[in-house]
């Protein structure tokens, strides 16, 4: 398990470390198919396990030579921007570039200060006027400061709890009617009976129907978030779910069919060293006439490294027949981008493979594709059940005449058969860099950011 939940870079690491270690593991500099141990004479795969078979969704085999990039279709400069994947941007910064032409001068370094204070939450630990004091600013000009990044996105941050960043999320929406009035009164005077989700009491205590009060909580759950922190995807403070860093060496790489659009797609699983690792047989010989002080530490060196080897053959019959389902699965995903991924549970590979479910999670965990397109993108996308829509509200802000706001995004969704509530609209938005309405108005249109 710990050899499957590593990188082919790691692996390496690992196999040096246990060759330095282990005299009875040999590593044979010879050219062997990790599949079938054929002697490879050149640098063309195994003529044997490269060769599909009749009516086989895809060629998947283990290559005996090493990661490396591959050379793209078209050159840096021709290449579109989402085709290379970004390292993570800090929540300070993302925050930080919304708000410079808000910021004075002389606010830019209070702004940065109260940023790198937030928790993980995104709530502000420090009272205003510690922070004043500590800056050697005025309470006025923190307040100030504290206003306009609750308004940036994710909005509600620097506030001092779930309440209040609830509250100003609410005053940045556009609709003002009897049902978000409702919503602002029940999070002010009746925030702890909403957490209990006890109606009857806050209708008696507002005065209000119970009916519209459930309709008001039902709309803070799907258009109000109480940690806005954890509505930005891949902040620095959170544990980053999206592409952790720009890959280089991808540990699997996918080849169109050379023969046409029907034919399999090529799987190649690249080694984590070039070259034979075996127990050596001469020191296997030898134990039996070994004296008894070396006899016994000799067998445990013979016994950890004829178990590092079975090990190792058990991980890569693993990848293969996790990458033969993947391909076939998302086929059209391969070829044809992101909108064409088909949704997939990790507990529904691992009954087809015939494994526990985190035994698939830990052979998804640290790898990477290079896909027939060029970009390499982390194995576990492939699970990504956001990805088709994630696209679909890329393509609207893209085409867009006017800025949408995120319930205009829902409506159109829906008219496509896809419902998501608009919380969620708003977070695949942040995962996919896209800011929200009100700033992508101000930035289409030169005049409104002069004002």
Not at 189 to 205: D, P, T, V, W, Y
Not at 219 to 240: E, H, M, T
Not at 280 to 288: A, H, I, T
Not at 315 to 320: D, I, P, V
Request: proline share 8%.
């Amino acid at each position: 398990m710990s050899l499957l939940s590593l990188s082919h870079l790691e692996l390496r690491d690992k196999v040096m470390g246990e060759l330095a270690a282990n005299p009875a593991l040999e590593l044979v500099e010879e050219r062997v198919c990790p599949g079938c141990h054929r002697r490879l004479a050149n640098g063309s795969p195994c003529p044997r396990c490269s060769q599909a078979s009749d009516g086989a969704m895809a060629i998947v085999f283990l290559s005996p030579r090493e990661s490396v990039r591959p050379t793209p279709r078209l050159r840096p400069e021709e290449r579109p921007a989402d085709q290379e994947p970004a390292a993570p941007e800090d929540l300070a910064i993302h925050v930080l570039q919304q708000l410079a032409a808000d910021l004075a001068p002389e606010d830019r370094r209070l702004a940065a200060y109260i940023l790198s204070s937030l928790d993980e939450d995104g709530f502000l630990a420090e009272a205003p006027a510690l922070i004043a004091r500590a800056t050697r600013t005025t309470l006025t000009q923190v307040e100030r400061v504290l206003g306009l990044i609750a308004r940036a996105e994710p909005p509600g941050l620097a506030t001092s709890g779930p309440r209040q960043a609830l509250l100003a999320q609410l005053s940045l929406m556009q609709q003002d009617s009897s049902l978000t009035q409702l919503a602002g009164r029940m999070i002010e005077e009746s925030f702890s009976e909403l957490g209990h989700r006890e109606f009857e009491r806050i209708a008696e205590k507002l005065g209000a129907p119970p009916a519209r009060v459930r309709m008001a909580a039902a709309f803070i759950q799907d258009n109000l978030n109480p940690y806005p922190a954890r509505a930005y995807w891949g902040s620095g403070r959170q544990p980053v779910s999206a592409d952790p860093s720009v890959y280089h060496q991808p540990d699997i790489q996918i080849t169109s069919p050379p023969s046409g659009a029907d034919g399999p797609l090529t799987v190649e699983i690249f080694s984590a060293v070039s070259g034979w690792l075996r127990v050596n047989p001469l020191f296997r010989q030898v134990l039996p006439g070994s004296e008894e002080p070396h006899s016994e530490e000799w067998g445990k060196h013979l016994e950890r490294a004829a178990l590092f080897v079975k090990c190792l053959q058990q991980r890569n019959n693993t990848m293969r027949k996790l990458m033969e389902i993947l391909v076939a699965r998302q086929r059209e995903f391969i070829l044809n981008g992101d909108r064409h991924l088909t949704p997939i549970t990790r507990a529904r590979i691992a009954g087809e493979i015939g494994v526990h479910e985190s035994t698939v999670s830990r052979a998804v965990a640290h790898k990477s594709v290079a896909l027939p397109d060029g970009r390499i993108i982390p194995l576990f996308r492939f699970f990504d059940r956001s990805l088709s829509v994630r696209d679909r509200i890329k393509e609207m802000v893209n085409d867009e005449s006017r800025a949408m706001t995120d319930d205009e995004i829902v409506s159109r969704l829906a008219r496509e058969s896809v419902h998501v509530a608009r919380r969620t609209v708003a977070k695949y938005r942040a995962m996919e860099g896209i800011l929200p309405a009100r700033l992508r108005h101000r930035k289409k249109d030169p005049a409104v950011s002069r004002v």
